[in-house]
């Protein structure tokens, strides 16, 4: 079973920066598609960036210009990095199978961002 642990989270200012990392389980991380989703209070879970196994990547209309997606296949990770950060991306980032076919929820890890 796919499992994925996030890490990285924290409180910034508004125009900060911030990496998140996933770690993954499962031994087919290698051939599929992984993304960040995330969840605001009050709203529901969105993908926000996503990427293939070859590198290829994609990203929400909100994020894109300062969202940047990879992934390492040798350690099964999957990185965000996020800059220029707005209070608008306060959620809890979770990452995922694309698309999401109903696979666990790690626990996320709390992005805060303050004006």
């Known amino acids: 079973q796919v499992q994925h642990v996030e890490s990285g989270g924290g409180l910034v200012q508004a125009g900060g920066s911030l990496r998140l990392s996933c770690a993954a389980s499962g031994s087919v991380f290698g051939i599929t598609v992984r993304g960040w989703y995330r969840q605001a209070p009050g709203k529901q879970r969105e993908l926000v960036a996503d990427i293939s196994s070859g590198g290829t990547t994609h990203y929400a209309d909100s994020v894109k210009g300062r969202f940047t997606i990879s992934r390492d296949n040798a350690k099964k990770t999957v990185y965000l990095q996020m800059n220029s950060l707005k209070p608008e991306d306060t959620a809890v980032y979770y990452c995922?199978?694309?698309?999401?076919?109903?696979?666990?929820w790690g626990q996320g890890t709390q992005v805060t961002v303050s004006s």
């Open positions: 995922n199978l694309v698309p999401y076919y109903g696979q666990p």
